[in-house]
């Protein structure tokens, strides 16, 4: 049996469950082709005792925060309550387990309000994060060390990752998924959650935008149809004739559908699809390239570079999946 990823979510008082729901659902989902799981969750909290959340109920977990010493990965779950929202301060014993497990090289991630906790503990000194909107100026009067980014889903500063609220540590879970066992794995996940399989990490938080009127929201073909031609040369004014708009417009409602440019959504489509093929065909890297859209082997490997920090080859030795086969 393959060992699996062990993943340890600490609790605070005044959780938010829904931030402890999130890492067990899509940890838990995170499944090879032949249904074996990648990662194994467990919950801690300080002396292993039990925790009051946000919702009216307690959840009582099974381990102290030894744990932290036994798992790859630490996630910690927002809080609405307790003194790291309410004061900017953190437990020693909190503030200890969380310096020793980076320290000795465990990934560290927050959902939501987490990042107090992880502020708090000193591990997001002089390094960008973010966290949901909503708190993003007392974090800031009570932080002011951390370069706080709070228009994007979530932050991947390489050993310690921050997301925004609710819905976007699903976006920051999968985007772990994804960097550790590929995109055929985050998206089976994905699927199985039932919620979309790729939210760029750059992308806007919703915050306090109308929804568009159905009426509006009209782009969503022109979506698919770039999506079909990753390979041809799509400039943003063929973009915007086949939506029947002027540019200007077609930009605007663009980025209010999806939070980012027609550009940058295009440059991400192309990322995936030569991420997809890389993992998935043995394909020569120039032929991914112009597959894919992104042109030579240096433009897919400076795209690649970019957005996950390792080179097609090396990529491919990661995550290509190769069928065992039997002796006879």
């Known amino acids: 049996m393959t060992e699996k990823h062990q993943v340890a979510i600490l609790v605070l008082d005044g959780l938010v ?64 309550a307790g003194d790291p929202v309410e004061r900017g301060t953190v437990a020693p014993d909190v503030k200890d387990a969380l310096q020793q497990a980076h320290r000795a090289g ?3 991630m927050s959902i ?60 920051l879970c999968l985007h772990v998924v994804r960097t550790d066992f590929g995109s055929e794995v985050a998206n089976r996940a994905a699927r199985r959650s039932v919620v979309p399989p790729w939210r760029d990490g750059g992308q806007a938080q919703y915050i306090e935008r109308p929804l568009p009127r159905p009426a509006d929201a009209t782009l969503a073909a022109t979506r698919s149809w770039a999506a079909e031609r990753l390979d041809a040369p799509l400039s943003l004014q063929d973009l915007a004739a086949h939506a029947n708009m002027s540019v200007r417009t077609f930009t605007r409602r663009f980025r209010e559908e999806t939070g980012v440019s027609p550009a940058r959504w295009l ?33 897919l490997r400076q795209h690649l570079q970019a957005t996950i920090g390792v080179a097609p080859s090396a990529y491919r030795r990661t995550f290509r999946v190769v069928p065992e086969t039997t002796g006879g």
């Not at 931030?19 to 194994?40: H, M, S, V």
């Not at 030894?66 to 630490?74: A, I, P, R, S």
Request: aromatic share 8%; charged share 25%.
């Open 112 to 171: 939501c309000t987490g990042a107090f906790v992880l502020a708090a503990a000193g591990l997001l000194d002089e390094r960008p994060a973010t966290t949901h909107w909503w708190w993003a100026e007392r974090f800031r009067e009570f932080f002011p060390q951390v370069k706080l980014d709070a228009d994007v889903l979530f932050v991947d500063d390489g050993d310690v990752l921050t997301s925004a609220g609710v819905g976007a540590g699903i976006d």
């Open 17 to 80: 469950p829904f931030d402890l729901g999130t890492p067990n659902q899509i940890f838990g989902t995170a499944r090879d082709e032949t249904g074996q799981r990648k990662y194994r969750t467990r919950v801690c909290s300080p002396q292993g005792r039990p925790v009051e959340t946000a919702g009216g109920f307690k959840v009582v977990p099974d381990h102290g925060l030894e744990l932290l010493e036994q798992v790859d990965t630490v996630v910690v779950a927002g809080i609405h």
């Open 267 to 299: 440059l991400q489509r192309r990322v995936d699809h030569a991420r997809a093929l890389l993992e998935s065909t043995d394909l020569p890297v120039e032929v991914v390239a112009r597959r894919s859209g992104l042109g030579t082997a240096a433009g």
């Open 106 to 108: 465990k990934r560290i």
